[in-house]
């Protein structure tokens, strides 16, 4: 396992670099840019064929820069010059826990302020620039694929807040025993959860933008499984945990041309820190798990590239609003529901069964995609009679 980029690029090329990104963080990164690239397509093509509307703004050009946008670009600015001045200076430290560094109070002070005051000027004499009198208001045209990054950025922000949330009431004894470390800790996240305050939280910027949900939603789907992929392969590599139960069984013969480590793996060096001292490693990850256990995050990866593939290949042929989001609903249920059945997961009781949070979720997801399926088909042929 590569905790570290760094780790992966070492192993492989022999150097010996250290790089404050975290395997995890890194291909998380790319599961954004790949979801925002297809949603973008998406999103122009929906626009082109009449279904999504450019929206007409208006904007006011030639505005001076007022008090409180120039307080909150120096604020803004300062924290980041604190930040990357001082992990400049401080690099051993903050590339041996960028998170850490992250969330504390270590930083470069004149950093932040030499950063904030070129940034504040420059602000406001570009304003300056380009100020007229009086203001104008002029019409510009958003389109929208323009929504792309606002859209992903929104879905960031309340996704993992969400995440966070149900990852706590799924997890209580741990929430209560450290709040802070809790609320601070950039591990912990429930998928679902995200999922579903994302939903919401992007529902509603897209209304404000004209966008109408179920062409947002269609939009989205394929994004969405595709990120989760990508995602999952950081699980992977990085070692967080997301893997299966022990797994003891023998490869079945019609799998034999599959690597042993896809079928059972022991996760050396997982992030954690999880499982048993490996035999003259020297460093801060140096554990791996007793027994082997299903690699549950590359089946993912499997299972949602295959979805995405499929959703991708059906989207100009379905010409009923909200169907492709349905059917993913139905995949994305179905597909989280059977790899609980190898994975770690809390289990409660749910009126006397066993089951796990993401268990209910993803059949709840799944009774979901298949009842819209049927209710927008039949009002389709209701209004087309």
Same mark, same amino acid.
């Given at each position: 396992?590569?905790?570290?980029?760094?780790?992966?690029?070492?192993? /492989?090329?022999?150097?010996?670099?250290?790089?404050?990104? #975290?395997?995890?963080?890194?291909?998380?990164?790319?599961?954004?840019?790949?979801?925002?690239?297809? +949603?973008?397509?998406?999103?122009?093509?929906?626009?082109? @064929?009449?279904?999504?509307?450019? #929206?007409?703004?208006?904007?006011?050009?030639?505005?001076?820069?007022?008090?409180?946008?120039?307080?909150?670009?120096?604020?803004?600015?300062?924290?980041?010059?604190?930040?990357?001045?001082?992990?400049? *200076?401080?690099?051993?430290?903050?590339?041996?826990?960028?998170?850490? =560094?992250?969330?504390?109070?270590?930083?470069?002070?004149?950093?932040?302020?030499?950063?904030?005051?070129?940034?504040?000027?420059?602000?406001?004499?570009?304003?300056?620039? !380009?100020?007229? =009198?009086?203001?104008? /208001?002029?019409?510009?045209?958003?389109?929208?694929?323009?929504?792309?990054?606002?859209?992903?950025?929104?879905?960031?922000?309340?996704?993992?807040?969400?995440?966070? &949330?149900?990852?706590?009431?799924?997890? /209580?004894?741990?929430?209560?025993?450290?709040?802070?470390?809790?609320?601070?800790?950039?591990?912990?996240?429930?998928?679902?959860?995200?999922?579903?305050?994302?939903?919401?939280?992007?529902?509603?910027?897209? !209304? !404000?933008?004209?966008?109408?949900?179920?062409? +947002?939603?269609?939009?989205?789907?394929?994004?969405?499984?595709?990120?989760?992929?990508? %995602?999952?392969?950081?699980?992977?590599?990085?070692?967080?945990?997301? /893997?299966?139960?022990?797994?003891? *069984? $023998?490869?079945?013969?019609? *799998?034999?041309?599959?690597?042993?480590?896809?079928?059972?793996?022991?996760?050396?060096?997982?992030? *954690?820190? @999880? %499982?048993?001292?490996?035999?003259?490693?020297?460093?801060?990850?140096?554990?791996?798990?007793?027994?082997?256990?299903?690699?549950?995050?590359?089946?993912?990866?499997?299972?949602?590239?295959?979805?995405?593939?499929? +959703?991708?290949?059906?989207?100009?042929?379905?010409?009923?609003?909200?169907?492709?989001?349905?059917?993913?609903?139905?995949?994305?249920?179905? @597909?989280?529901?059977?790899?609980? !059945?190898?994975?770690?997961?809390? &289990?409660? $009781? =749910?009126?006397?069964?066993?089951?796990?949070?993401?268990?209910?979720?993803?059949?709840?997801?799944?009774?979901?995609?298949?009842?819209?399926?049927?209710? +927008?088909?039949?009002?389709?042929?209701?209004?087309?009679?």
């Amino acid at each position: 396992m590569y905790p570290k980029l760094s780790d992966l690029i070492n192993d /492989w090329f022999g150097t010996n670099i250290v790089l404050p990104i #975290q395997s995890y963080g890194f291909f998380l990164a790319l599961a954004f840019i790949f979801g925002a690239f297809f +949603l973008y397509r998406e999103l122009k093509r929906k626009e082109e @064929e009449g279904f999504i509307q450019p #929206q007409i703004k208006k904007v006011e050009k030639g505005k001076p820069a007022t008090i409180v946008e120039l307080i909150t670009v120096f604020v803004f600015s300062f924290l980041i010059g604190f930040k990357l001045i001082g992990a400049l *200076l401080n690099y051993n430290s903050f590339a041996g826990n960028p998170q850490d =560094f992250v969330m504390s109070l270590e930083g470069s002070w004149w950093g932040g302020i030499v950063v904030a005051n070129i940034y504040t000027a420059w602000f406001y004499f570009s304003k300056k620039r !380009k100020e007229l =009198f009086p203001p104008v /208001w002029e019409e510009v045209t958003v389109h929208a694929q323009d929504q792309t990054w606002p859209i992903v950025f929104v879905a960031i922000i309340f996704g993992i807040l969400g995440a966070k &949330v149900f990852h706590w009431f799924e997890n /209580w004894e741990e929430f209560t025993r450290d709040p802070l470390d809790a609320l601070l800790s950039f591990s912990g996240m429930s998928f679902y959860g995200g999922l579903i305050i994302a939903a919401i939280a992007v529902g509603y910027y897209g !209304k !404000k933008q004209g966008i109408k949900w179920w062409f +947002l939603a269609d939009s989205v789907a394929p994004s969405l499984i595709l990120s989760y992929g990508i %995602g999952r392969i950081g699980c992977h590599v990085a070692g967080d945990g997301d /893997w299966g139960i022990v797994n003891t *069984l $023998d490869k079945p013969g019609w *799998l034999s041309f599959l690597p042993d480590n896809l079928w059972s793996y022991n996760y050396p060096h997982n992030i *954690l820190n @999880e %499982g048993i001292p490996i035999p003259g490693c020297v460093g801060a990850h140096c554990s791996q798990l007793a027994e082997g256990v299903f690699p549950t995050p590359v089946y993912e990866t499997t299972m949602a590239i295959l979805i995405f593939l499929f +959703l991708w290949s059906i989207r100009k042929s379905i010409k009923i609003p909200g169907i492709l989001a349905s059917i993913y609903l139905m995949f994305n249920g179905a @597909e989280r529901f059977l790899i609980e !059945k190898i994975r770690v997961n809390n &289990v409660f $009781d =749910f009126w006397g069964m066993n089951v796990t949070q993401a268990e209910i979720i993803s059949t709840i997801l799944f009774l979901t995609g298949l009842t819209l399926v049927i209710v +927008l088909w039949r009002n389709h042929k209701r209004a087309s009679v």
